[in-house]
């Protein structure tokens, strides 16, 4: 006669927590945590065929050149100066061509626009900064001066929506981000690089 | 003295495992290259990550330097290319997209890395109208 019905018995689970560490070992290894950062840019759009070379013509004070050399030397030059600079003075010396604030006829040209949400404005939105590096320039030099560049844009927009907006350039809504981006347009041309340097 | 009770450790450990498998992303690709991305303070965060295609560029890692050379080179996918193949791997890139025009194509490229191959990959990236790119730097103060 069977007695009381058998205890059955649990299944050992001990070693469940040793199994589950290993998995997850093995995601920590084979997974990358860091998020992805970078500078964004858009490229131009490829040239029209159909399109004779279009050269624009732009007015010599509107443009700021921006060289590297294949040292990776800075060369800037527009109406102003022109020479070696150093990777510091690049952001001031562009903010300062870009806002034109005492419209200077040295510094690009500056004319009416009505711009949603601002009105009137006189911008300087003709102004061109030529980026032009070797094809031996190190990339990281070029990095550093895209980086610049994106930084002097960005203090700029941020300047203009403290002052009519009252916040930082990131916390405005998409019409006043719009507004401000008319008034301070990114215009960076790329041309293609040339070997130039003359004293090298 | 009285065992601790241990049974809800694998629950535990499972939430971490999960944890983990949420944040972070599976690498696609061995590199075969080496490179220290550059430093910059302008970043924005990538964060649609399947609308986004890599591109790495640098010399060979040192187990393939004996053979490879230490020249710089370009990686797509798991292999080495050129930079006209550019192209092939934008189109192949953007087969299983759903949305083609939010294509970013990141750049990872080693700091010495000289422009002459940084220029021939944007010239082919315009021409196949991948115009979203992304210098991948790391964060400096």
Same mark, same amino acid.
């Given at each position: 006669?069977?007695?009381?019905k058998?205890?059955?018995?649990?299944?050992?689970?001990?070693?469940?927590?040793?199994?589950?560490?290993?998995?997850?070992?093995?995601?920590?290894?084979?997974?990358?945590?860091?998020?992805?950062?970078?500078?964004?840019?858009?490229? /131009?759009? /490829?040239p029209?065929?159909?399109?004779?070379?279009?050269?624009?013509?732009?007015?010599?004070?509107?443009?700021?050149?921006?060289?590297?050399?294949?040292?990776? !030397?800075?060369?800037?030059?527009? =109406?102003?100066?022109?020479?070696?600079?150093?990777?510091?003075?690049?952001?001031?010396?562009?903010?300062?061509?870009?806002?034109?604030?005492?419209?200077?006829?040295?510094?690009?040209?500056?004319?009416?626009?009505?711009?949603?949400?601002?009105?009137?404005?006189?911008?300087?939105?003709?102004?061109?900064?030529?980026?032009q590096? @070797?094809?031996?320039?190190?990339?990281?030099?070029?990095f !550093?001066?895209?980086?610049? #560049?994106?930084?002097?844009?960005?203090? #700029?927009?941020?300047?203009?929506s403290?002052?009519?907006?009252?916040?930082?350039? $990131?916390?405005?809504k998409?019409? =006043?981000?719009?507004?401000?981006?008319?008034?301070?347009? $990114?215009?960076?041309?790329?041309?293609?690089?040339?070997?130039?340097?003359?004293?090298? | 003295?009285p065992?601790?009770?241990?049974?809800?450790?694998p @629950? #535990?450990?499972?939430?971490?495992?999960?944890?983990?498998?949420?944040?972070?992303?599976?690498?696609?690709?061995?590199?075969?290259?080496?490179? %220290?991305?550059?430093?910059g303070?302008?970043?924005?965060?990538?964060?649609?990550?399947?609308?986004?295609?890599?591109?790495?560029?640098?010399?060979?890692?040192?187990?393939?330097?004996?053979?490879?050379?230490?020249?710089?080179?370009?990686?797509?996918?798991?292999?080495?290319?050129?930079?006209?193949?550019?192209?092939?791997?934008?189109?192949? =890139?953007? $087969?299983?997209?759903?949305? $083609?025009?939010? !294509?970013?194509?990141?750049?990872?490229?080693? !700091?010495? %890395?000289?422009?002459?191959?940084?220029?021939?990959?944007?010239?082919?990236?315009?021409?196949?109208?991948?115009?979203?790119?992304?210098?991948?730097?790391?964060?400096?103060?």
């Amino acid at each position: 006669m069977a007695k009381t019905k058998k205890k059955m018995p649990g299944l050992n689970t001990t070693s469940t927590a040793d199994i589950s560490f290993m998995l997850l070992i093995f995601f920590l290894v084979t997974t990358s945590m860091d998020t992805d950062m970078g500078l964004a840019r858009r490229l /131009p759009k /490829p040239p029209d065929p159909d399109q004779e070379d279009a050269t624009m013509d732009i007015k010599k004070r509107n443009i700021l050149y921006v060289r590297l050399n294949f040292n990776g !030397q800075l060369w800037l030059e527009d =109406e102003t100066t022109r020479g070696y600079a150093e990777m510091s003075e690049l952001r001031p010396r562009v903010k300062e061509f870009v806002k034109n604030e005492q419209n200077l006829s040295v510094l690009p040209e500056k004319h009416v626009k009505n711009i949603d949400l601002l009105g009137q404005c006189f911008v300087t939105d003709k102004h061109v900064i030529s980026v032009q590096t @070797d094809r031996a320039t190190p990339y990281d030099a070029y990095f !550093q001066v895209q980086n610049e #560049l994106v930084a002097a844009y960005n203090e #700029l927009r941020n300047e203009l929506s403290k002052q009519k907006f009252g916040r930082e350039f $990131q916390y405005l809504k998409d019409e =006043e981000k719009m507004a401000i981006k008319q008034y301070y347009p $990114q215009n960076i041309s790329e041309a293609e690089p040339k070997k130039y340097g003359g004293d090298q | 003295m009285p065992e601790m009770n241990t049974s809800s450790l694998p @629950d #535990l450990i499972f939430t971490i495992l999960f944890f983990f498998m949420m944040v972070t992303t599976m690498r696609e690709v061995t590199l075969k290259v080496k490179f %220290t991305i550059p430093a910059g303070t302008e970043l924005e965060k990538l964060e649609k990550k399947s609308v986004v295609s890599f591109i790495y560029v640098g010399p060979p890692t040192d187990q393939l330097r004996a053979q490879m050379g230490s020249g710089t080179r370009i990686q797509l996918n798991d292999r080495y290319a050129e930079a006209r193949e550019v192209m092939d791997f934008i189109a192949a =890139e953007r $087969q299983g997209m759903t949305n $083609q025009a939010e !294509q970013i194509i990141s750049i990872k490229a080693d !700091q010495r %890395t000289q422009m002459g191959y940084i220029i021939d990959i944007k010239e082919v990236l315009r021409k196949s109208w991948a115009l979203r790119i992304n210098y991948s730097a790391s964060r400096r103060n």
